[in-house]
């Protein structure tokens, strides 16, 4: 098993919800983070004094998928994601040693992964 972790723009959630929807994923979980990277620098002002803001508004996703599903997922991340400009985000993708559901307790230990006394 693998988790797929994207960092992109917020306005590319909805395209990014849909690539993935039409590729058989609806299950996935978003998280607002900042960061700092080749993205432009933006400029605010508060109380009269401008300032460069060096930190950037981004949304992150994490999907669980088999081995088998990777590229689907990041074809379809990249796809709802791309916008050809400096600042469309990243794709990452780790190994899961397991996977367990609170709700039932089970667990899930990948197949690529030696299982304990084994």
Avoid: C, N
């Avoid at 590729?23 to 607002?32: E, K, S």
């Avoid at 900042?34 to 004094?49: C, I, T």
Wanted: glycine content about 12%; cysteine-free; overall charge negative.
């Amino acid at each position: 098993m693998k988790k797929v972790e994207a960092v992109f723009r917020p306005d590319r959630l909805e395209a990014v919800s849909a690539a993935l929807e039409a590729a058989g994923y609806g299950g996935f979980t978003i998280m607002d983070v900042r960061g700092h990277g080749q993205s432009p620098e933006k400029v605010g002002e508060w109380r009269g004094q401008t300032y460069e803001l060096h930190v950037t508004h981004k949304l992150q996703i994490e999907i669980i998928v088999e081995d088998d599903e990777v590229e689907s997922v990041v074809r379809a991340i990249m796809g709802g994601a791309h916008t050809g400009a400096v600042g469309d985000g990243l794709i990452s993708v780790t190994e899961l040693a397991a996977v367990y559901s609170i709700r039932t307790g089970g667990t899930t230990v990948p197949t690529t992964v030696a299982q304990p006394g084994t």
